[in-house]
């Protein structure tokens, strides 16, 4: 699958859950979304097809630590975190967390010489 093909898929997905288009649409020179929660959501898209994951549901499954979430009933995607002893904490986003991936590895740093 192509990145133009991912893109869509996953454009498909936003809208499936109330995102509206002139988010999804809006890109800055270099490609990416002006939409700092839509950004995110794409690169934790990417990297969950990479990782052949899909989004998992509360519902079926329960992450612990830091993941990308979706909240259904702010229509965003953010970060959160779940402990089972604490339940969730969000750091960006609202609603009602109905779904989960793991977050996406950080670029590796080049050593300065």
Same mark, same amino acid.
């Given at each position: 699958?192509?990145?133009?093909?991912?893109?869509?898929?996953?454009?498909?997905?936003?809208?499936?859950?109330?995102?509206?288009?002139?988010d999804?649409?809006?890109?800055?020179?270099?490609?990416?979304?002006?939409?700092?929660?839509?950004?995110?959501?794409?690169?934790?898209?990417?990297?969950?097809?990479?990782d052949?994951?899909?989004?998992?549901?509360?519902?079926?499954? $329960? +992450? %612990?630590?830091?993941v @990308?979430?979706?909240? #259904?009933?702010?229509?965003?995607?953010?970060?959160?975190?779940?402990?089972?002893?604490?339940?969730?904490?969000?750091?960006?986003?609202?609603?009602?967390i109905?779904?989960?991936?793991? $977050? +996406? %590895?950080?670029?590796? @740093?080049?050593e300065? #010489?």
């Amino acid at each position: 699958m192509n990145t133009d093909e991912v893109r869509a898929k996953f454009e498909k997905w936003l809208e499936g859950n109330n995102f509206s288009k002139m988010d999804m649409t809006k890109f800055k020179a270099d490609g990416e979304y002006i939409v700092p929660s839509v950004q995110l959501g794409w690169l934790g898209y990417q990297q969950g097809i990479k990782d052949s994951a899909e989004w998992i549901s509360v519902a079926d499954r $329960l +992450p %612990e630590g830091r993941v @990308l979430v979706a909240c #259904n009933g702010g229509n965003m995607i953010g970060v959160g975190k779940y402990k089972s002893s604490e339940g969730w904490s969000l750091y960006t986003g609202v609603g009602t967390i109905t779904h989960w991936m793991p $977050l +996406p %590895e950080p670029p590796a @740093l080049k050593e300065a #010489n």
